[in-house]
Nanobody, 120 residues
Framework: QVQLVESGGGLVQAGGSLKLSCVASGSIFSFKALGWYRQAPGKQRELVAAITSGGSTNYADSVKGRFTISRDSAKNVYLQMNSLKPEDTAVYYC???????????????WGQGTQVTVSS
């Protein structure tokens, strides 16, 4: 089916940068949106950034101007994170609203998550 695999998380000092990558594989027919959520300990999962198949982007207010989402023609999605703050510490999850060849519907798929830790 469809798999999303993240990479690029790690430990970085405040003010530093990281780039997350999400590789999509499987029998993907099309997608409506790809993006990133994050979940910090004790908090709800929140949308960080998303990009539609048409290229429109959407960002959480807390990351505007610091994070940039992009994708390539292979339906992989990236998150460039600059000027990182301790409050950005969370597990980051890739997601996709994807239609597989075997389905008539768009379903939400999730990656396994990658830890981002920003030290002060």
């Amino acid at each position: 089916q469809v798999q999303l695999v993240e990479s690029g998380g790690g430990l970085v000092q405040a003010g530093g940068s990281l780039k997350l990558s999400c590789v999509a594989s499987g029998s993907i027919f099309s997608f409506k949106a790809l993006g990133w959520y994050r979940q910090a300990p004790g908090k709800q999962r929140e949308l960080v950034a998303a990009i539609t198949s048409g290229g429109s982007t959407n960002y959480a207010d807390s990351v505007k101007g610091r994070f940039t989402i992009s994708r390539d023609s292979a339906k992989n999605v990236y998150l460039q994170m600059n000027s990182l703050k301790p409050e950005d510490t969370a597990v980051y999850y890739c997601y996709g609203e994807i239609q597989a060849y075997s389905s008539s519907y768009y379903l939400n798929y999730w990656g396994q998550g990658t830890q981002v830790t920003v030290s002060s």
